[in-house]
């Protein structure tokens, strides 16, 4: 059973950091492109981030690019989203999901994702 948990979300003033992650479970994760979505009250889902295989390649929405960082240890079964220079526009539960190729995952095509981490960013 593959699961994909999200953690790190919290409560966090404007202009701080952030580090989520995403621990896989079920599935061999370095075959795995990685992404990270979210959604806000009221919106529609938004891609965010997502990283290659390997990590060589990565992608971001240009809403994030230049403040946030998505990264991956093969090792830990693991991904990494850290969001810096936090904007109060940030605040949204955070997803993370597993899919074939990360320009596919950047399209929102992905066979995986996980439940969720809230972020809440006050200005």
């Known amino acids: 059973q593959v699961q994909l948990v999200e953690s790190g979300g919290r409560l966090v003033q404007a202009g701080g950091s952030l580090r989520l992650s995403c621990a896989a479970s079920g599935l061999t994760f370095s075959s795995y492109a990685m992404g990270w979505f979210r959604q806000a009250p009221g919106k529609e889902r938004e891609f965010v981030a997502a990283?290659?295989?390997?990590?060589?390649?990565?992608y971001y929405a240009d809403s994030v690019k230049g403040r946030f960082t998505i990264s991956r240890d093969n090792a830990k079964n693991t991904a990494y989203l850290q969001m810096n220079s936090l904007k109060a526009e940030d605040t949204a539960v955070y997803y993370c999901a597993a899919g074939s190729l990360a320009a596919a995952v950047q399209r929102g095509s992905f066979d995986y994702w996980g439940q969720g981490t809230q972020v809440t960013v006050s200005s």
């Open positions: 990283i290659n295989r390997s990590g060589g390649i990565t």
